[in-house]
């Protein structure tokens, strides 16, 4: 995994730095103060993972600092690291959803039962991102064939649905309007102005879907 530690006491900072080396993980930065470590996330954002110090330097504490990236970056864990264990830290350090929580004195053990619930969440969300497409603001969800904009449900009718699956599976791939009208309506002819008009709404509906039309070619769903 790709880590990053905010830590301002530099003995745990090197002490947490050599253990996830030791067990074959990549510290990607050490920082001790959160504006150091939002800029770095402002320029690479592949990190898998931060072990963060509740009292570190600068504007945030690492709770704050915590909330800000797990809106801004929601596929990046977090796990605190704290001297503090009294109910009031905890209650609003869990506003964050962390992966875990090490009181200080940090000692090995904890961190290799730590990474254990980290890599098994990773591996889980894994597997539940298969049914999951992004494609911009949207998500698809493969099983359920919904789709989902800032967690409103838009609601499409079943061609549309059928239409949007198709471009999904070939996404970056063109499909011709004869494909199309083979998968939505079976070949029938004469479905030339039903196809647009199908995309017309979908766009109306989802205008920020990227979808082109070639001529004589067909259309692709460009999405990275």
């Not at 690492?62 to 009294?86: N, R």
């Amino acid at each position: 995994m790709k880590i990053a530690i905010v830590e301002d006491e530099a003995i745990t900072a090197l002490f947490l730095k050599d253990t996830f080396e030791e067990h074959g993980h990549n510290v990607v930065c050490m920082y001790d103060e959160s504006t150091a470590m939002l800029e770095f996330l402002s320029r690479e954002r592949d990190i898998d993972l931060i072990f963060m110090d509740i009292q570190i330097n600068g504007k945030l504490d690492g709770i704050d600092l915590a909330y800000e990236i797990s809106i801004k970056y929601p596929k990046i864990s977090i796990v605190f690291i704290t001297s503090f264990k009294d109910d009031e830290t905890i209650d609003k350090a869990k506003i964050v959803s962390p992966l875990g929580y090490i009181i200080k004195p940090v000692v090995e053990s904890d961190l290799n039962a730590i990474l254990m619930v980290v890599e098994s969440f990773k591996r889980n969300r894994q597997v539940v991102n298969k049914n999951i497409v992004e494609i911009g603001a949207y998500v698809y969800e493969k099983e359920s064939k919904t789709v989902r904009e800032n967690d409103e449900i838009i609601y499409l009718s079943k061609n549309e649905t059928i239409f949007l699956a198709y471009l999904i599976e070939n996404k970056n791939s063109y499909i011709s309007h004869e494909q199309l009208i083979m998968k939505i309506w079976n070949g029938e002819s004469n479905r030339e102005v039903s196809l647009r008009e199908l995309i017309y709404r979908l766009r109306k509906k989802m205008p920020d879907l990227h979808i082109k039309n070639v001529p004589k070619v067909g259309y692709i769903l460009a999405a990275s």
